[in-house]
Structure formats: C-alpha cells, structure tokens
C-alpha cells in the first residue's frame, strides 16, 4: 500500500504553494486519488519496480538552495540557458536572451496549454505532475524562424539536508517550418537523494525541425521521471536524442505521435551504467498517418548491476500505409551482474508498412583488447578506447557533439585531428 | 635477441607446439613456412603475448628477458611487433589516434619525450607515402571497411612507425595482389638492418621471391623439423610440404 501512502502525502500537503493553474490542479488531484500511481502489475512497469520511488520520503525541495557556483554547473558554449536549482528557477545562472520571433519563458507565468498533449489523466505521474508543478519552461517559436543556438534548460540537483522532489514542466511549441535545438538537461551532484517527476509537452506543426537532447546524470540517490508527448505535424522532423548517464533511477515514458503525412522520427539513445544504475525508457511510436518514418537506434554500456530496458512499442493505426518503422538495440555488458531488456512492442493495423527490430547483446571483442595491447596500450587504456568507441557510435548524429564531454570528458581523438591533420 | 627452446603450447590440452627450437639474432631475416595447422600462427600468437595459450614448457629468452612472463603491451614497448594475419576492425577508434597512443606509449617506456603532433605528422606522412596509403586513412577507424590489402599495408605501416625490434609477421602475405605484394615487401625490405630481426611466417614461397631471407625453416606438428637457407624455399615450393615433410619424417620423429 507504498503507493496509497504515497498518494496520500502528495494530496496532503500544501507546502508546494499554489499551483500556476489551479484547473489543471484539481484535475490531477482527482485523478492520482481515483488511480493511484501506477506500479508493477502494469505491463510497462513490469521490469523496473516501482517501489524505491513510491516508498520515500516525500517533500517539497528546500527553498533557498545554495545555488552552486557557476563553474560546476555543466554549460554549452553559446547556449541560451535556463537553470532552476532543487526544482527552483536561479535566474542569477541564466545566460543568452532569445532572439525575435523566439519565446522563452517561466511557464508559471503563463501556462495556456499546459495538459494538452499529455493530459492529468493520462496517467498516475502526469497526473502527479499536473497536481505538483510550480516551475516550468516554455519555449515557442513563431512560423519560419530558425533558431540557431542551442536552449539548455538544466534542472540542477545541489545538496539538500531532507529528500526532496519537484516536478518540471515544459512545454515547447513550434509554429510552421520553425527548427530549433533543445537540450533538457537533468543532472545533480552525487549524494543527493531527490526525485525529478517531469513532463514534456511539444508540439510540431507543418514542417518544424527540432532536435531534442535529454540527458540524464543522476546521483546514486536520484530518480528521474520523465514523460514527454510529442505531436508531429505533416512533415515535421523530430530527432531524438537519449543520453543516460549515471548511477541513479531513470525512467522515460515517450509517446511520439507522427500525426500526418511525411512526419519523421529519428531517436538514438545511449545508456551508460555504473553501480545500480536504473534505467527504463519506454518509447512509443503512434503511426497516424501515411507516409510517417522512424528509426529508433539505441545502445548501452552496463558495469556492474547496472540494468537497462528498452521498450520500444511501435503502433501504426489502420489506415497508415507505406510507413516505416525501424528499431536496433545493442547492448555491452561489462559485468555478470548487468543486464538489460529489450521489448520491441509492434502493433500493426495498415497491411502495407515496413517494419523491424533486432538487438543484440556481447562482451568486449578480445581480440581487439588483444590488438591495441600488442601495440603498446595497457590493458585499461584499451578497455576504455574500445567502451567509448562503442558508446560514441550510438550517437552518431548529435547535434551539440559538446554535450559528449560531460559524458566522456574531452574527446581526446578528435581534439587531436582537429589540432593536425 | 630471440631464444626459443623446447617450447610447449596447448590450448585446451590440445598441444599445438611441442618442443620447439629458434635462434634468432639480430639482423637475420627469418622465414618460417609450413601447412596449415602446423602452429604457425600459434608461435607468432604466443611470441605476442595473445591470451588463452597454456604454455606447458620450455622457455623463451628475448634480450636476456623472460618473455613469456611479461604482458602483451610490455613486449610491444620493448620492441615486438606482431603483423596480424587477420588485422582487427576498430570502429569509432581512429587511426592516427592508435598510431600516435602506440608509439608515444613506446616512447615513454624508453624514457623518450613524446612527439608534438607536428613531429609526428611528419614522420607518418613520409611513411604513409611509401605505402601508398591516403592520407584519410588517418581520420578512418582502424581496419573498418578496409580491404584486405589496404589491412595488410596498415599493418607494415604501424610497422615503420614503431621501428620495432624484432618484427613477426604473420601471414603478411595472405590475400595480397601481386601489387599490394610489392609495396608490402617494399616496407619490409626498409626494415632490414644490423640491429633487427624478422620472422616472416608465411605459408607460400611467394614474398621470399621478394624479401629474401637468410634462414628458412619448416613447422610441422608443432616442430621445427628442418631449417635452412633461402633455397629451403625453392626446394618446398617444388616439392610440396608433403615431399619435405616425408624426407624429414627419419629426422623429426
């Protein structure tokens, strides 16, 4: 009954303050008391448990954080950047002013269609979120312009005495032919035990680009929750990237919905996982329309009891012909103690449409240790060149390479062939 | 440089090398030829140091060192090289990285200063050109997509870069047109000098028409079961293993 107890405390307590839109609130709230979260029996829940979520201590974050100093907080060079610290916006910290015909904004101030593509009911933690939300981004972008700096909106967990949650919400609209770059950004300091429970609304209209990064860099003692909806209009292009990071608890739930014709999806994702590491990203792809293509290629690296599940769900609705819809997992494991699961989830209702999937799962290739040990590398050395060398190519296509440093730290190689050759 | 003596490999308590015998000094070419599964490849595996060889006996001296009792990346930095009779495909770890991490990773062994970039962008270019090999092959993963010959003149370029001590080829020769032959042995051929030694271990007479060597001598069984000069080629290449083999047979059993 954690999760009844848990429910509970949320309806409870007031200590959050008012909630930017009250409706949205209410909706929550009769929601979460009528469901409850959701848990292990539900199918897409059945490989990651619930319960180290449901059972801890639940607070608001501490008001009045010591906001760390600015040379910790990981930065992309050039960004527009927005930071909250503890799930607190930190104006102090954000860089960059949006250019004409761009809108970035605290999305308490203005929350106008906030719950239309993921709605309080549309589950026990979007509900959750609806209830909870306080801060939030927006960012919306009018017809035809083109945003050429990176947004970098990092949710920041410093230290804190007690366990503490928040709930971000984001909401990013583009308007027709508008392209623009986006890293969500989750990530904190080792030992704090905090719960980030977030949602993502974005909207696609006729022909909009954007290039989505979410990474996630949580502490042993962190969880993370993410649920993000995605509505892709006739020949939008959404890419996605996925970077998992960390020793902490993780889940993504995605609903990308390609909802007219020529709308693409292209998702790569990299999990790399140490300690007991968690991480559940829960993909599915909704086929509306005719025409529609994606492409979902993920990988991890698991050390240790690290463990990794890809639920990569592919729904093409009934009158969706010629799609396609493709999905590969491969998979590294370093340690007896790792693992990982893969579910390809196909539901196909047009007959003509082209669809796979395949995963694969091995060891380091010895024969390759062997091969950069016989030309002098020790055996570490080579070890790490060939872990990175296989992480670096399940993100082939990032659009901000310099993301890969908070990850691998400076690209060593290609520091030196910039400099050279 | 190199004492091989009785030495005694198995793998999976299957013997491979069963007592065998080398001399190698410095500035000898040496070629060791024989069919297939003769062990081969197993004495250029084990001289590299490659794991999953249980050596049962016999003792192998390099340059007064034990060489059997050091790691494969202590033998690459004394000066062993191993040419791959099946070059590895590294995707996402490029060339000139692996070149640079090798030979500054030799350098440091000896005490030496590392190259800037500069320097060694120099030295590779040189090298690069007397093997034909582009220079986007730098920026390439290692051996991916490769072709076989271009694999084999990857090989003997790290090679020339390293300048080892005691170079073993394994194979260098397999899969080669008769032009990648030339420049392979081309490379070869500027390696010889009074302070190296290379065993060529090959399995046709073919590249000792093009580096000759001073001694020739034939694996069978896990032996070496006979040794000579250059003309030890020429008689095989006539004869067949076969016919050597029969007339050895007295000698080795």
Redesign the interface.
């Known amino acids: 009954m954690a999760a009844v107890r848990a429910v509970r405390a949320y309806l409870d307590r007031d200590a959050f303050g008012v909630a930017p839109d009250p409706a949205l609130a209410e909706r929550g709230a009769v929601h979460l008391a009528a469901a409850g979260l959701p848990g292990a029996p539900a199918e897409s829940w059945r490989h990651t448990d619930p319960a180290p979520l449901l059972t801890r201590a639940v607070a608001p974050a501490p008001p009045g954080a010591v906001a760390p100093a600015a040379d910790v907080l990981p930065r992309l060079v050039g960004a527009l950047r927005r930071v909250w610290v503890n799930g607190q916006p930190a104006p102090a910290l954000a860089e960059g002013a949006p250019p004409p015909g761009v809108r970035l904004w605290a999305l308490e101030d203005a929350a106008d269609g906030v719950g239309e593509r993921l709605s309080p009911e549309h589950s026990g933690f979007a509900a959750l979120n609806a209830l909870s939300w306080r801060h939030g981004a927006g960012l919306a972008l009018e017809a035809g312009v083109k945003l050429v700096e990176p947004v970098h909106l990092l949710w920041w967990s410093q230290s804190g005495d007690q366990p503490w949650d928040a709930h971000p919400r984001l909401l990013l609209r583009l308007a027709a032919g508008a392209s623009a770059t986006v890293v969500i950004h989750q990530a904190g300091a080792a030992a704090v035990d905090a719960f980030l429970g977030s949602v993502l609304e974005v909207d696609l209209a006729a022909g909009a680009a954007l290039d989505l990064v979410l990474v996630d860099q949580q502490g042993a003692q962190g969880f993370a929750l993410s649920q993000v909806a995605v509505h892709g209009a006739r020949d939008s292009r959404l890419g996605l990237w996925l970077l998992d990071d960390g020793a902490g608890w993780v889940r993504r739930e995605l609903e990308l919905t390609l909802a007219e014709p020529g709308a693409t999806l292209a998702l790569q994702g990299l999990v790399r996982g140490r300690g007991a590491l968690r991480v559940d990203n829960q993909v599915v792809v909704h086929h509306r329309a005719p025409q529609t293509h994606s492409l979902q290629q993920t990988r991890a690296v698991l050390q240790d009891r690290a463990r990794a599940v890809f639920g990569g769900g592919v729904r093409v609705a009934v009158d969706a012909q010629g799609i396609t819809a493709r999905q590969a997992n491969a998979t590294l494991l370093l340690s007896r103690r790792a693992e990982v699961i893969t579910r390809p989830a196909l539901e196909i209702l047009a007959d003509e449409v082209q669809c796979s999937h395949g995963a694969s799962v091995g060891q380091l290739?010895?024969?390759?240790l062997?091969?950069?040990?016989?030309?002098?590398?020790?055996?570490e050395?080579a070890r790490t060149?060939?872990i990175?060398?296989?992480a670096?190519?399940a993100l082939p296509d990032l659009p901000v390479p310099a993301v890969l440093e908070w990850v691998f730290g400076p690209a060593?190689?290609d520091a030196?062939?910039a400099?050279?050759? | 440089m190199l004492q091989i003596d009785n030495l005694q490999v198995s793998v999976d308590d299957r013997p491979l090398l069963k007592g065998l015998s080398l001399k190698v000094n410095a500035g000898e070419v040496h070629a060791i030829m024989g069919p297939n599964g003769s062990g081969k490849s197993t004495l250029a595996a084990v001289l590299a140091g490659r794991e999953g060889y249980v050596h049962t006996g016999g003792t192998v001296r390099y340059r007064d060192q034990d060489l059997l009792a050091m790691a494969p990346e202590e033998r690459a930095r004394e000066g062993i090289f191993l040419g791959f009779q099946y070059p590895v495909e590294i995707p996402g770890v490029n060339n000139v990285y692996l070149l640079k991490a090798s030979l500054n990773a030799q350098r440091r062994h000896r005490g030496e200063p590392e190259l800037d970039a500069f320097e060694f962008l120099r030295l590779v270019r040189g090298q690069m050109e007397m093997m034909g090999i582009p220079e986007e092959f730098l920026r390439r993963s290692v051996n991916e997509g490769f072709s076989g010959g271009e694999k084999k003149r990857n090989e003997i370029l790290q090679m020339l870069i390293l300048q080892p001590r005691l170079a073993i080829l394994d194979e260098i020769d397999s899969g080669l047109d008769i032009d990648a032959l030339k420049v392979v042995s081309t490379g070869i051929q500027a390696m010889r000098s009074p302070d190296r030694a290379m065993i060529l271990v090959t399995h046709y007479q073919r590249l000792l028409d093009y580096v000759s060597p001073d001694y020739v001598h034939v694996l069978a069984g896990g032996r070496i079961i006979r040794s000579g000069g250059k003309e030890l080629a020429h008689e095989l290449e006539a004869e067949g293993y076969e016919g050597v083999l029969a007339g050895a047979a007295g000698v080795a059993k």
């Open positions: 290739d010895e024969t390759a062997f091969y950069l040990q016989s030309r002098g590398l020790d055996r050395t060149l060939l990175d060398a296989f670096r190519a060593e190689a030196f062939l400099a050279t050759v």
